[in-house]
């Protein structure tokens, strides 16, 4: 540990210029494991489509998409306005710093991320990490399958213990080194949504989520477990709206205390359905952040193998 870690916080634990946090509990064993959890050969993407909110969440800017003709048979395309957070994503390092502080992982300043490289955070680190063990926790479907009502287009909150129960329904076990997705039923009830459903959410004041619960006590377990990554899909992992001025809302203590990767908005309705046929909720994710040299965040470009 640095000698100025913050309480509860790994700065240094992987190094005092590390970038990667927790994804050091992705290890070449690991990768080796995880690939033997590849049986039936089933892929399941696990980005949404690019533009798949309509209007973009959290009042973030429109993106376009041009065909460029370049000869009588050949074209580029253009991608006008895209923000690397528009949809599903992994939260970079640089993302968020603490609120007590201003500090990012590792005690980078939020000058350090604004200089134009980012050197010491940026998501170039992550291009080639993200590969290991993906678990899945249906908590949405738990809640379900119990009758306990769920309403994931408002402020709702899985409880640690319900994840545990989840867990143990499903007979899945925690092991280090593994890439961690929740369920929340998020994206699946927003895609049902009206379009006039779906503009009352755009904006950040008014979006409302189901999420995890932001607890000193999820945090310990996260951690206690290795949990190299939590990928979910809501928009913001633990419940929204928060209170950004709070210093333990769970942003604060995953990207710049502990360095674990947050991702937001993924897919997981169609994995988790067929986990839940064939009673197998582990299998291979392999994901591929865009390597952007000093990038602030990324698409998951991620994919489960089972």
Same mark, same amino acid.
């Given at each position: 540990?640095?000698?100025?870690?913050?309480?509860?916080?790994?700065?240094?634990?992987?190094?005092?210029?590390?970038?990667?946090?927790?994804?050091?509990?992705?290890?070449?064993?690991?990768?080796?494991?995880?690939?033997? =959890?590849? *049986?039936? /050969?089933? &892929?399941?993407?696990?980005?949404?489509?690019?533009?798949? $909110? !309509?209007?973009? %969440?959290?009042?973030?800017?429109?993106?376009?998409?041009?065909?460029?003709?370049?000869?009588?048979?050949?074209?580029?395309?253009?991608?006008?306005?895209?923000?690397?957070?528009?949809?599903?994503?992994?939260?970079?390092?640089?993302?968020?710093?603490?609120?007590?502080?201003?500090?990012?992982?590792?005690?980078?300043?939020?000058?350090?991320?604004?200089?134009?490289?980012?050197?010491?955070?940026?998501?170039?680190?992550?291009?080639?990490?993200?590969?290991?063990?993906?678990?899945?926790?249906?908590?949405?479907?738990?809640?379900?399958?119990?009758?306990?009502?769920?309403?994931?287009?408002?402020?709702?909150?899985?409880?640690?213990?319900?994840?545990?129960?989840?867990?143990?329904?499903?007979?899945?076990?925690?092991?280090?080194?593994?890439?961690? =997705?929740? *369920?929340? /039923?998020? &994206?699946?009830?927003?895609?049902?949504?009206?379009?006039? $459903? !779906?503009?009352? %959410?755009?904006?950040?004041?008014?979006?409302?989520?189901?999420?995890?619960?932001?607890?000193?006590?999820?945090?310990?377990?996260?951690?206690?477990?290795?949990?190299?990554?939590?990928?979910?899909?809501?928009?913001?992992?633990?419940?929204?709206?928060?209170?950004?001025?709070?210093?333990?809302?769970?942003?604060?203590?995953?990207?710049?205390?502990?360095?674990?990767?947050?991702?937001?908005?993924?897919?997981?309705?169609?994995?988790?359905?067929?986990?839940?046929?064939?009673?197998?909720?582990?299998?291979?994710?392999?994901?591929?952040?865009?390597?952007?040299?000093?990038?602030?965040?990324?698409?998951?470009?991620?994919?489960?193998?089972?």
């Amino acid at each position: 540990m640095r000698k100025d870690a913050p309480p509860e916080s790994s700065w240094g634990v992987f190094g005092e210029n590390d970038a990667l946090g927790c994804l050091n509990f992705l290890t070449p064993a690991g990768i080796v494991e995880a690939a033997g =959890l590849v *049986r039936n /050969g089933k &892929v399941f993407r696990l980005d949404a489509k690019i533009g798949f $909110a !309509k209007p973009p %969440l959290f009042g973030r800017a429109s993106m376009t998409h041009r065909v460029i003709p370049l000869g009588p048979s050949a074209n580029d395309d253009i991608l006008d306005g895209f923000n690397t957070q528009e949809g599903s994503q992994w939260d970079g390092f640089g993302h968020v710093g603490h609120v007590s502080n201003q500090l990012f992982y590792n005690g980078v300043t939020v000058e350090e991320t604004r200089d134009g490289r980012n050197a010491r955070l940026g998501i170039h680190h992550w291009a080639d990490k993200f590969v290991g063990r993906g678990v899945m926790i249906d908590a949405f479907g738990y809640r379900k399958a119990r009758g306990i009502p769920v309403e994931p287009l408002s402020r709702d909150v899985y409880t640690l213990s319900e994840l545990k129960a989840a867990l143990e329904a499903q007979q899945t076990t925690m092991k280090p080194g593994s890439i961690l =997705l929740i *369920r929340t /039923g998020w &994206v699946e009830s927003y895609e049902r949504a009206t379009a006039e $459903a !779906k503009r009352d %959410l755009a904006p950040m004041e008014k979006l409302n989520s189901a999420g995890i619960e932001a607890s000193r006590e999820m945090a310990e377990w996260l951690w206690n477990n290795r949990v190299a990554a939590i990928g979910t899909d809501c928009p913001g992992v633990e419940a929204f709206p928060f209170d950004f001025t709070d210093p333990n809302a769970l942003h604060y203590r995953a990207l710049p205390l502990l360095g674990l990767p947050l991702g937001e908005l993924f897919v997981l309705a169609p994995l988790a359905e067929d986990c839940a046929k064939d009673r197998r909720y582990e299998f291979m994710l392999v994901s591929a952040p865009l390597n952007v040299e000093g990038g602030i965040a990324s698409p998951p470009n991620a994919v489960a193998i089972k």
